[in-house]
């Protein structure tokens, strides 16, 4: 496992970000995570994606990040959709039930022609 996490923000559209996210997702990490999006969120961008493809491993504290910032992007008015989601992430996704609460889409740009997911909660 590494420490580091890397982020990387594209906005295609206003409003939207794409953040790709790069590394370990755990309890050394996931507050970066955490801090990272919601500052793209506070920053006018309310519809995040998040690229997970170079996730190679994330634990219940990043599980629980990726929850915070989907309720920091309803509460924007926005949404959070999930792309590439390793194979092993999926599973934990589907586990827990939160792949029934976000939109999880193979690859970034079926994320970007989706329509924003509903912000009910």
């Given at each position: ?24 997702v755990d309890m050394q990490t996931a507050p970066t995570l955490r801090s990272g999006a919601l500052e793209i969120i506070q920053q006018g961008h ?76």
């Amino acid at each position: 496992m590494t420490h580091t996490l890397h982020l990387t923000v594209q906005h295609p559209h206003p409003g939207l970000a794409i953040a790709t996210i790069g590394g370990d997702v755990d309890m050394q990490t996931a507050p970066t995570l955490r801090s990272g999006a919601l500052e793209i969120i506070q920053q006018g961008h309310p519809r995040l994606v998040l690229d997970l493809a170079q996730v190679g491993f994330c634990d219940s504290s990043g599980l629980s990040a990726i929850i915070g910032i989907w309720h920091a992007a309803q509460e924007a008015g926005g949404s959070l959709s999930l792309a590439a989601v390793p194979d092993r992430l999926m599973r934990m996704l589907s586990m827990t039930g939160v792949d029934s609460l976000l939109p999880v889409h193979a690859t970034t740009v079926e994320a970007t022609d989706a329509p924003p997911a509903s912000t009910q909660r």
